[in-house]
């Protein structure tokens, strides 16, 4: 799925971006919009959420995760990456569990790369 600026998805279940490369929802926002993931659930992706920073000033791009499940074959599950130093990227997750069943379970849950990218994660 590529969300896009002030978009949001809601209530339902998102599977099977496995194999080489496979992202379950990819957000690159260029501006101060932000992206919502709400009450969800998603398995069996390479990658659950991918998110991008493309903006040219020192705007912040955000996803936004609520009260979602992250279960599954995953390598990565979530990524955050700037691909311009003047903007901030934000990954916000609040109340979700992400759980690996079965092997090969993630090295890294978290690949951040880049200046201003950030992760926060609440209860």
């Known amino acids: 799925i590529n969300a896009k600026d002030n978009s949001s998805i809601s209530e339902c279940r998102i599977t099977g971006a496995n194999g080489s490369g496979g992202v379950g929802i990819y957000y690159e926002g260029n501006s101060t919009g932000r992206f919502i993931l709400n009450n969800c659930s998603m398995d069996n992706s390479e990658t659950h959420v ?42 916000i997750m609040l109340g979700c569990l992400q759980r690996s069943l079965f092997p090969p379970y993630p090295t890294t849950a978290f690949q951040m790369s880049g200046t201003g990218t950030t992760a926060i994660i609440s209860g």
């Open 50 to 91: 991918s998110l991008y920073g493309t903006s040219a000033v020192s705007n912040a791009t955000s996803a936004i995760l609520q009260n979602c499940i992250f279960v599954g074959d995953t390598i990565t599950p979530f990524k955050v990456a700037n691909g311009d130093n003047a903007c901030s990227v934000q990954l």
